[in-house]
């Protein structure tokens, strides 16, 4: 069964960088079957932000919102992906999901839009 | 970015009701839309595919249906179990994005 665990500081100073991992286990970041790996994010008692992703070969898709403070990587030979969010506020205070993107296997739009495996989410506050 | 607005934002159930959330779309975005259901505390739970494909394992009382802008979720008859917030998803385009939620609580 394949699970998502985040990682990384709970506490980020204001103008500091975010920075979080995502392990995987019970499964292969590259293998045979295409996957982008992602993150979203919720602010405490909000709705659904979505980061961004990146495919296993490097490629990144982010949000227009976030781009030029978003950077993620992909390390395949730890079966991990992450998330490096710079010069943060209080407004990035949230918790971050990492998540396994799949394509619909019904509707396909040529974007991996399935979120079909969550991490459990890791709060992170920014906060001097 | 399409917008995607959810109504009702909340709404007070009771069990067995009949509970209907739609989602309109600020843009044609066919039938490329997600439900996901999430409880306190977890992750969110990927429901719904394509607008009205359930997942494997997903209870029959949850169901979805439309296309174009107006989209609608649909539990026929609401278990205690269901009590959560209700998210749609659109991937039509990137960035992908999420309506704001319908919280369901007991009436």
């Known amino acids: 069964q394949l699970q998502l665990q985040e990682s990384g500081p709970g506490l980020v100073k204001p103008s500091e960088t975010l920075s979080l991992t995502c392990t995987v286990s019970?499964?292969?970041?590259?293998?045979?079957?295409?996957?982008?790996w992602g993150w979203i994010r919720q602010p405490p008692g909000k709705g659904l932000e979505w980061i961004g992703y990146?495919?296993?070969?490097?490629?990144?898709y982010y949000n227009p919102s976030l781009k030029s403070r978003v950077t993620m990587s992909v390390d395949t030979s730890k079966n991990r992906f992450s998330l490096k969010l710079t010069s943060v506020t209080a407004a990035d205070t949230a918790v971050y999901y990492c998540a396994r993107h799949s394509p619909s296997f019904y509707a396909s739009s040529g974007y991996y839009g399935d979120i079909d495996r969550w991490g459990q989410g890791t709060l992170v506050t920014v906060s001097s | 970015d399409i917008q995607l607005t959810q109504s009702p934002s909340s709404l007070s159930v009771s069990v067995g009701d009949r509970v209907t959330i739609t989602c309109q779309a600020s843009?044609?975005?066919?039938?490329?839309l997600n439900w996901y259901q999430q409880k306190p505390g977890k992750a969110p739970i990927l429901l719904i595919s394509g607008a009205s494909n359930l997942e494997t394992g997903v209870p029959s009382r949850f169901s979805g249906s439309g296309s174009g802008t107006d989209l609608t979720f649909t539990i026929s008859s609401l278990q205690p179990e269901d009590i959560a917030t209700y998210y749609c998803q659109q991937y039509d385009s990137l960035p992908l994005t999420f309506g704001q939620g319908t919280r369901l609580d007991i009436k």
């Open positions: 019970g499964g292969s970041i590259s293998g045979t079957t295409t996957y982008y």
């Open positions: 990146v495919y296993d070969s490097g490629t990144t």
């Open positions: 843009q044609d975005i066919s039938n490329y």
